[in-house]
């Protein structure tokens, strides 16, 4: 079945860093990509969403392409501040059978002041 | 728009007991989506619903797990005979499936239950 990969289990930085998150992803149709990100005590929310028709998905601050070659998708950020720590989620849309959401393991960003 | 709201927000049961989780979707949407995140397998899909039908069901535990959505403003996870390996946050979202917004799952908070 479909499936993502994150590798980074965490990633520490200092506000104004530049953020880079590894996702790949694994599926036999044109995927629509996600990032979804979760605060404490919260359920993720869609932070970008990228289908093979835009190839590149922007919100907040935070941009993420699409690369069918080495189906990646990752998700990059110029500048990070304090209030972006929380937990990242690559995923994809399953379009086999229905729909699913398929969520990566997650990578929790640390940004100190 | 409350959003998605899920009740209760914690739940502890001893092993054994059954444990009911509610969920509430956003008015409108008419996909539900039920998943457990844990540490150490992250978030899993269960089931979803679709216009109050099972669509997909391939994540729910064979045994001890059945979801329901009897109408449009709710559905249900129940878990009966809780072990304590079920201890997890159960996460509800919902979406619409038309428009700019279709795939876009709007989570509620989650419950976390605890199986002694």
């Known amino acids: 079945g479909d499936s993502v990969t994150q590798k980074q289990g965490q990633v520490t930085l200092s506000e104004d860093d530049f953020l880079f998150i590894n996702c790949t992803y694994s599926?036999?149709?044109?995927?629509?990509l996600l990032w979804y990100v979760q605060y404490p005590g919260q359920g993720p929310q869609l932070l970008l969403k990228v289908t093979t028709a835009n190839n590149k998905g922007i919100s907040r601050g935070f941009e993420a392409t699409y690369d069918k070659g080495t189906t990646s998708f990752h998700l990059q950020k110029a500048s990070v501040q304090e209030s972006d720590s929380a937990v990242y989620f690559c995923?994809?849309?399953?379009?086999?059978?229905?729909?699913?959401?398929?969520f990566g393991s997650g990578t929790r960003l640390l940004v100190s002041p | 728009n409350a959003g998605v709201i899920q009740t209760p927000r914690h739940k502890v049961t001893g092993k054994g007991q059954e444990a009911t989780l509610w969920c509430e979707p956003i008015s409108g949407h008419s996909a539900v989506f039920w998943y457990r995140q844990t540490i150490v397998q992250g978030l899993e899909f269960l089931t979803y619903f679709r216009n109050q039908a099972p669509i997909d069901d391939s994540g729910m535990p064979k045994e001890r797990f059945s979801a329901q959505m009897p109408n449009q403003s709710h559905s249900t996870l129940k878990i009966q005979s809780t072990q304590p390996q079920d201890s997890a946050v159960y996460l509800c979202a919902s979406s619409s499936t038309g428009g700019a917004d279709a795939e876009t799952l709007y989570f509620g908070s989650g419950t976390r239950l605890t199986v002694l």
């Open positions: 599926t036999t149709t044109y995927p629509t």
């Open positions: 995923a994809l849309v399953d379009q086999t059978g229905g729909y699913k959401v398929v």
